[in-house]
């Protein structure tokens, strides 16, 4: 049952890989990127995302889900004098476990 989707698509591409790659380090192949200019096209990246997600009953939730959700954001800031600093941030959501 374990996979990684990429749910920025519709409908979501499945059973991805993950890949060491020297210069930029882990990477999900085959992963939707998406070129964003504001906070509103950041928040609707994760709309799309929250809508493809996989969800279920279960004995806790009516509707729970039943993945963990990784959205990564890459932010590049173009300076005056022409130099570019780069950052990058990781957004986590992970499956409640009740049998911890």
């Given at each position: 049952?374990?996979?990684?989707?990429?749910?920025?698509?519709?409908?979501?591409?499945?059973?991805?890989?993950?890949?060491?790659?020297?210069?930029?380090g882990?990477?999900v192949?085959?992963a939707?990127?998406?070129?964003?200019?504001?906070?509103?096209?950041i928040?609707?990246?994760?709309?799309?995302?929250?809508?493809?997600?996989?969800?279920?009953?279960t004995?806790?939730?009516?509707?729970?889900?039943?993945?963990?959700?990784v959205?990564?954001?890459?932010v590049?800031?173009?300076?005056l004098?022409?130099?570019?600093?780069?950052?990058?941030?990781?957004?986590?959501?992970l499956?409640?476990?009740?049998?911890?």
């Open positions: 049952n374990e996979g990684i989707n990429d749910i920025l698509c519709k409908p979501p591409n499945t059973n991805l890989r993950i890949r060491e790659f020297p210069k930029i882990m990477q192949v085959g939707t990127e998406k070129y964003v200019t504001s906070p509103e096209d928040f609707k990246c994760l709309s799309v995302g929250t809508s493809n997600r996989a969800v279920a009953s004995n806790q939730n009516e509707r729970s889900s039943r993945s963990h959700t959205f990564v954001l890459n590049e800031q173009k300076l004098d022409g130099s570019t600093k780069n950052s990058r941030l990781n957004l986590v959501d499956v409640f476990s009740s049998h911890i």
